[in-house]
Structure formats: structure tokens, C-alpha cells
């Protein structure tokens, strides 16, 4: 992640399995940042202590393509290699 107003590294996220990344969105506030993966999976970012909060796996899914936050944050939109859009409720994490 970088800090625009200075233009450095505010942090660096290690990947949990080494695998492409093919979309980042941030959540409405900047607290969550969804990852989403070629395995299928999106991680959920806690931006303040970088770490994974949840890891969401669509059934089926061959690799995630895109994701977007709904305007209120809690609402994940995923959307994968085989066609499908999968909504998540992430009001939980």
C-alpha cells in the first residue's frame, strides 16, 4: 500500500499463497481491503493490522476477476472466471 501524499510504502501485504493477483478493492472508510485471487478466493485486509480477517471461496470458483464494495461497506461483490457474480454480506468481519 502507498502513502500518496508523501508517494512511499506505507505497508507491504504478503500474499498467503503466493498465487496472482487480479483485483483490490478498498472498503468505504479504508479499514478492509478485498484481494481477490486466481484460486477463487478473496482475503479481507484489516488495513490497520494487516492481517487477514476472512477468506471468502465461491463454490466453483476458477479464480476471482473483480471485486467492489457496495457504498455502505458491507457488501462484497465478487465476480469469477466462470460467469458468476457472488454478493457477500461482510457486515460480520
Known amino acids: 500500500m ?9 505497508a507491504t501485504l504478503t500474499d498467503p499463497g503466493g498465487r496472482t ?6 472498503a468505504p472508510g479504508g479499514t478492509t481491503l478485498a484481494v481477490a485471487y486466481d484460486t477463487g478466493s478473496t482475503y479481507l485486509w484489516d488495513t490497520a493490522t494487516r492481517s487477514i ?3 471468502l471461496t465461491a463454490p466453483g ?18 465476480s469469477d472466471n466462470t ?8 457486515a460480520s468481519h
Open 21 to 26: 493477483v487480479y483485483s483490490v478493492a478498498f
Open 83 to 90: 460467469g458468476s457474480t457472488n454478493l457477500w454480506n461482510i
Open 53 to 55: 480477517t476472512a477468506t
Open 61 to 78: 470458483s476458477e479464480g476471482v476477476n473483480s471485486v467492489a464494495f457496495a457504498p455502505g461497506g458491507t457488501t462484497l461483490a465478487a
Open 2 to 10: 502507498w502513502d500518496t501524499a508523501t508517494k512511499t510504502i506505507a
